[in-house]
């Protein structure tokens, strides 16, 4: 089995802070969750904030244990794509993460996998860590479809950059019945999507299959994320409404670095 037991992963939670934020409540939250994360081994931590205040991120948790990302990026280098924003300019700001493909991207702006799958290279090329996310919604859950939906959307990935894309890469399952909703999967839901989509990037790969960081994401808090993060195939959180809260956030990074 390609479980956890064979590579002692690192845990990663990164928060997602959506188009949330202002910038005094910013300065309060990042304060918080960069001395509440002064000593935690074993878990890595991240905030992904919008655009605008990426330079406050900066300015706020560098020299940190906390890491700082984007939520979305262009899959061009530059050109005439008027409020784009390229991976170079990510860079700029000292970003690590950048989400792509979140469910909300492919829903409200009709992002392919295709697409998905250029941008999650374009920040590659670039030295930064795409956060690919996956995941189906309710309908496709209750129609017996999961699986299908996950495998097309790593496998459009697989197919432009090939498997050596997701070499120390990382991948959010984000069940969209899941997100914002305080439904959370069960720990056994989310484990066997997590260890399907380790067996298909192994049945290309074993060593990058058993390297590769699954986050998990949708309605994780405080009091469901020690068990979530203890089933061998979950690697962390992504987590959208609890980084807003920094008692909360740092709770679940204390559960990671537990696990
Ligand atoms: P919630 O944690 O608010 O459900 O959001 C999950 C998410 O979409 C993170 O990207």
Redesign the pocket.
Known sequence: MLSGLITMRRKLVAG?WKMHGALTQNAELLDAVRSGMVTMPGVDCAVCVPFPYLAQAQQKLSGGAVKWGAQDVHQLDKGAYTGEVSAAMLRDFGCSYV?VG??ERRAYYGESSHLVAEKFLAAQRVGLTPIL?VGESLEQRESGITEEVVAGQLDALIQLGGVQALRNAVV?Y?PVW????GKTATSAQAQAVHAFIRQRVASHDGKIASGLCILY????KANNAAELFAMPDIDGG?????SLVADEFLAICRAGART
Do not use: P, R, Y
């Open positions: 997602n989400i979140h469910s996310c959010a984000e899941a997100i914002g909703t994401g949708g309605s994780v992504l987590i959208g409404g609890a």
